[in-house]
């Protein structure tokens, strides 16, 4: 059974950074794609960005291309979303999701692990 925790939410002033991170448990970490997707209050969940389990790919949704970055470091079983230039639109509670043996994607239906969650709130 793998576990995902996440970490590094909070509040910030729009055009601040924040970096969330996505520790996870077992040891098929490293052979997993991983997404970080978000969900704001009354929407729906949404992609945000994933990355394959080398890391060597990467995809990032329009709304944050540019200014928020996905990585991971397999030697610590930890991903991360690094957010610049926040804006109050990226206002969400941050999931990061897993799945073993797979190539990253944007849809949630691909993914069999979930994180509890991280909340970031930007002021405008």
């Known amino acids: 059974q793998v576990q995902l925790v996440e970490s590094g939410g909070g509040l910030v002033q729009a055009g601040g950074s924040l970096r969330l991170s996505c520790a996870a448990s077992?040891?098929?970490?490293?052979?997993?794609?991983v997404g970080w997707f978000r969900q704001a209050p009354g929407k729906e969940r949404e992609f945000v960005a994933a990355i394959s389990w080398s890391g060597g790919v990467t995809y990032h949704s329009d709304s944050v291309k540019g200014r928020f970055t996905i990585s991971r470091d397999n030697a610590k079983n930890t991903a991360y979303l690094q957010m610049n230039s926040l804006k109050p639109e990226d206002t969400a509670v941050y999931y990061c999701a897993l799945k073993h043996l797979a190539v990253p994607t944007g849809y949630d239906f691909n993914y069999d692990y979930w994180g509890q969650g991280t909340q970031v709130t930007v002021s405008s």
């Open positions: 077992g040891r098929t970490f490293s052979s997993s794609a």
